[in-house]
């Protein structure tokens, strides 16, 4: 019976039980991975290392001379560019300036003849008021000079 037990758990085991062959595929499979994955890497490395040795053997061949004197211009080329964007600059802000004066003068120019406009209606305003007070008051004058001839005569 014990034998019966121990074939039927052998039996289940290998029916049911993949991990034995689970565990050599995927060691298949990392293995596989990493040698395809490790050339790739070489070349990479390989191809870099060829990259910094050209860089390191231009750079040794240009002096630290040459490198101040390719600094000092442009150094002054980046002077003379930033004193051209400055006179741009200014010259924005000037015409700025007098687009704003020249609105200004406008606004003046256009309160100006509203003034005169109501200086010419108050000018007419008091003109007639002066005219009709004249007539009023020669109206009166003459009257007290038809009463003083009454008085005369």
Excluded: C
């Excluded at 395809?36 to 061949?61: A, I």
């Excluded at 630290?64 to 051209?84: T, Y």
């Amino acid at each position: 019976m014990d034998k019966v037990i121990k074939d039927v758990g052998e039996i289940q085991s290998r029916l049911l039980d993949h991990r034995p062959i689970i565990n050599a595929e995927t060691r298949y499979f990392v293995k596989e991975f990493e040698e395809k994955r490790g050339h790739r890497e070489s070349r990479l490395l390989d191809n870099l290392n060829k990259s910094v040795t050209e860089t390191n053997e231009q750079l040794q061949n240009t002096s630290s001379e040459d490198i101040k004197q390719q600094l000092s211009d442009v150094i002054a080329r980046l002077g003379a560019a930033n004193h051209v964007a400055q006179r741009i600059q200014q010259r924005e802000l000037e015409e700025q300036q007098g687009k704003q004066l020249q609105q200004n003068m406008e606004h003046l120019k256009e309160d100006w003849a509203e003034f005169l406009k109501e200086q010419q209606r108050l000018k007419e305003e008091v003109d007639e008021e002066h005219a009709k007070s004249v007539g009023e008051i020669s109206a009166k004058y003459n009257e007290m000079k038809k009463d003083l001839e009454k008085l005369d005569i």
